[in-house]
């Protein structure tokens, strides 16, 4: 079982940052990409970014340019540095950690509990 605990969420003005985090424990052997998801309100989870164990990233279009996802695999540690927020970048984020070594998938992903990210105009 690997568990994962965010922090780092909060609100935010239009145009700031914020940098999430998300700690892994428990059978950490098995995690290879870590990453992250979001959850609107009235809306379906979706991917947001993602980083292999040899540090290759993977972003959304939604988000490219203006998030960096990175990790520190002595700590089980992955961030998620975000940039130019928007009002629809508004949404809980959710940690995901696979066995897989390239790819995220929700059918198989380690879940953390959530992190609400709140951007105001």
């Known amino acids: 079982q690997v568990q994962l605990v965010e922090s780092g969420g909060g609100s935010v003005q239009v145009g700031g940052s914020l940098r999430l985090s998300c700690a892994a424990s428990?059978?950490?052997?098995?995690?290879?990409?870590m990453g992250w998801y979001r959850q609107a309100p009235g809306k379906q989870r979706e991917y947001v970014a993602r980083?292999?164990?040899?540090?290759?990233?993977n972003y959304a279009e939604s988000v490219k340019g203006r998030y960096t996802i990175s990790r520190d695999n002595a700590q089980n540690t992955v961030y998620l540095q975000m940039n130019s927020l928007k009002p629809e970048d508004t949404a809980v984020y959710y940690c995901?950690?696979?066995?897989?070594?390239?790819?995220?998938?929700?059918?198989?992903?380690?879940w953390g509990q959530g992190t609400q990210v709140t951007v105001s105009s």
């Open positions: 995901a950690a696979n066995k897989d070594p390239y790819a995220l998938s929700p059918e198989s992903n380690s």
């Open positions: 428990g059978s950490i052997f098995s995690i290879n990409t």
């Open positions: 980083i292999t164990r040899g540090g290759s990233a």
